[in-house]
């Protein structure tokens, strides 16, 4: 059973950080591409960034570029996104997918929410 676990989510200023991490199990988590997903309030799903199986390939929505971070670790089957320069806009539930344009298995989401 496919299984992705999010977490590191939290209230944070506006200019803060934060690192989301899910844990994987349940498949070979290196021959799957991931990505993150996000959900504002009251608004529909985001794709935000996602990577290639390897690690190698990154890509972004444009308004997180030059603040996200994607990553992978294979060994512990562990991905990652690094969000800097955190804004009030950034707010949102944030999903672990399986996929990099047409997505599988999702997370549960860890909320982030941005605000002074």
């Known amino acids: 059973e496919v299984q992705l676990v999010e977490s590191g989510g939290g209230l944070v200023q506006p200019g803060g950080s934060l690192r989301l991490s899910c844990v994987a199990s349940g498949f070979t988590f290196s021959s799957s591409a991931m990505s993150w997903v996000r959900q504002a309030p009251g608004k529909g799903f985001e794709w935000v960034s996602n990577?290639?199986?390897?690690?190698?390939?990154?890509t972004y929505v444009d308004f997180v570029k030059g603040r996200f971070t994607i990553s992978r670790d294979n060994a512990k089957s562990m991905l990652y996104l690094q969000m800097n320069s955190l804004q009030p806009e950034d707010t949102a539930v944030y999903y672990c997918v399986m996929g990099w344009d047409t997505f599988g298995s999702w997370g549960h989401g860890t909320q982030v929410t941005v605000s002074s």
């Open positions: 990577i290639g199986g390897s690690g190698e390939s990154t």
